[in-house]
C-alpha cells in the first residue's frame, strides 16, 4: 500500500519562502511521476508542478512559474517543492500524489495515491 506524507507547511509573511518534503513508501518510488496539488477553500484542487520518475523532466503551473521548484531524491523516496516569492494566492492545502508511470500529468483523475495534505498560509 502506497503511503505519502507531506511535511513543511506553516505561517510565512509574503515574498517568503517554504519548502515542501513529500515521504513516500509502498512501492518502488523511482517508478512513478510525482505531482503537487494544492487546494484553497471553495476551489477546486488544482495542479502545481510535477517531475517525471527519474527528474529529467519537470512542469509546473504558470501561476507558479519561476517561483516554484520541483525536485526528488529517489534514494530517499523524497519528493520536494521549493516555494519562493509567496503571495496570498499560494495559501492551500498542498497534497503530494503518485502519477502515471510513464508521463508526466497535470490531470488530477490520473492520480491514484495522495497524501493527506500540509497547510500552507501566506500572511500579507
Known amino acids: 500500500q502506497v503511503q505519502l506524507v507531506e511535511s513543511g507547511g506553516g505561517l510565512v509573511q509574503a515574498g517568503g519562502s517554504l519548502r515542501l518534503s513529500c515521504a513516500a513508501s509502498?512501492?518502488?518510488?523511482?517508478?512513478?511521476?510525482m505531482g503537487w496539488f494544492r487546494q484553497a477553500p471553495g476551489k477546486e484542487r488544482e495542479f502545481v508542478a510535477v517531475i517525471s520518475r527519474g527528474g529529467g523532466m519537470t512542469d509546473c503551473a504558470d501561476s507558479v512559474q519561476g517561483r516554484f521548484t520541483i525536485s526528488r531524491d529517489n534514494a530517499k523516496n523524497t519528493v520536494y517543492l521549493k516555494m519562493d516569492s509567496l503571495n496570498p494566492e499560494d495559501a492551500a492545502v498542498y497534497y503530494c500524489a503518485e502519477g502515471p508511470r510513464r508521463y508526466n500529468s497535470k490531470l488530477v483523475g490520473t492520480y491514484h495515491y495522495w497524501g493527506q495534505g500540509t497547510q500552507v498560509t501566506v500572511s500579507s
Open positions: 509502498g512501492r518502488p518510488f523511482s517508478s512513478y511521476a
